[in-house]
């Protein structure tokens, strides 16, 4: 009899521990807020990236808003309000959703023009990804698109610092690396200059995307976020014969 009531009272301390808590964290729908410059842009006249083709990947109720914008640097899209306006789409959020924030930065950042330091890209994309971590959010650092410049058949790699930085900082403070980078400089040298520059944005122009390159890099954004995160595989649509050619390096 003793003994029984000291299982009862086991038993029941056991129960009051493994109590189900609220819905988890990844059972919520995800939303995805876009922090970043022309190269995760809408399309426009100025620019344009694999934002919109990414976010037509999500499946309803998950959703993502798109704040790019043409030119921004990490001091930039600060000071312009940008980042505040990402932040307050967060706020919102967290509540009903799994949120995660995409930072991508370094096409205007490593234009000497525009006066940031790698140190300093290093510590704006550190600071960024802590604000997103602040509110309960996720940070996912991306490595900046690849231009589609080639030097004969041999695309040319201009974003080194930058990319390199980025990954610096995903190392030493535990965020998640996207590397679009590398990912979009293996699809576009296997492919070859021509194909590729059937994305262009407008002939000439090979750092924007067209309507039909967003929806290819915004897959490569896609699975690179699915192969990150399984979890994720409820909210994020699949396009088997997209990610195929894309995985075998044939133009789609
Ligand atoms: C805030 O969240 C609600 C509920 O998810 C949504 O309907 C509304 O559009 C959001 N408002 C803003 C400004 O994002
Ligand atoms: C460049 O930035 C540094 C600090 O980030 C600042 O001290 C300096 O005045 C800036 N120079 C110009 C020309 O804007
Ligand atoms: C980036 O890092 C790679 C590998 O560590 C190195 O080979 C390359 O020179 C670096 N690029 C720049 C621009 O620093
Ligand atoms: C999947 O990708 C292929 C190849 O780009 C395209 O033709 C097709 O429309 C896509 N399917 C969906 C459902 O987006």
Do not use: C
């Not at 000291?6 to 029941?12: C, T």
């Not at 809408?42 to 043409?70: C, D, E, I, M, R």
């Not at 602040?134 to 041999?154: C, V």
């Not at 000439?204 to 390159?213: E, K, P, S, V």
């Amino acid at each position: 009899m003793a003994l029984r009531a000291i299982l009862s009272v086991l038993l029941l301390a056991h129960l009051s521990v493994t109590t189900p808590t609220p819905k988890h964290k990844k059972e919520k729908p995800a939303a995805f807020f876009l922090a970043g410059d022309s190269t995760t842009a809408v399309q426009s006249a100025g620019g344009g990236g694999w934002g919109n083709g990414f976010l037509a990947t999500l499946q309803p109720p998950a959703y993502g808003v798109n704040k790019g914008h043409n030119g921004a640097t990490t001091v930039s899209f600060v000071k312009g309000g940008d980042w505040a306006t990402v932040l307050n789409l967060v706020k919102n959020a967290t509540d009903a959703y799994n949120v995660f924030v995409t930072i991508q930065f370094g096409h205007n950042d490593q234009k000497p023009a525009n006066n940031v330091s790698i140190a300093q890209f290093k510590t704006n994309l550190a600071s960024l990804a802590s604000d997103v971590q602040e509110l309960g959010a996720t940070p996912l650092l991306f490595t900046s698109l690849s231009r589609r410049n080639f030097n004969g058949a041999q695309l040319i790699q201009d974003l080194g610092d930058v990319v390199n930085a980025t990954r610096e900082v995903a190392a030493a403070s535990h965020i998640k690396l996207i590397d679009l980078n590398a990912a979009s400089r293996t699809y576009v040298q296997a492919i070859g200059s021509a194909e590729a520059d059937k994305y262009n944005l407008v002939a000439g122009d090979r750092t924007h995307l067209n309507a039909h390159g967003s929806d290819v890099f915004g897959r490569i954004v896609a699975d690179l976020i699915l192969k990150s995160d399984k979890s994720l595989s409820r909210w994020i649509g699949r396009n088997a014969t997209l990610s195929h050619l894309i995985a075998e390096g044939v133009y789609a």
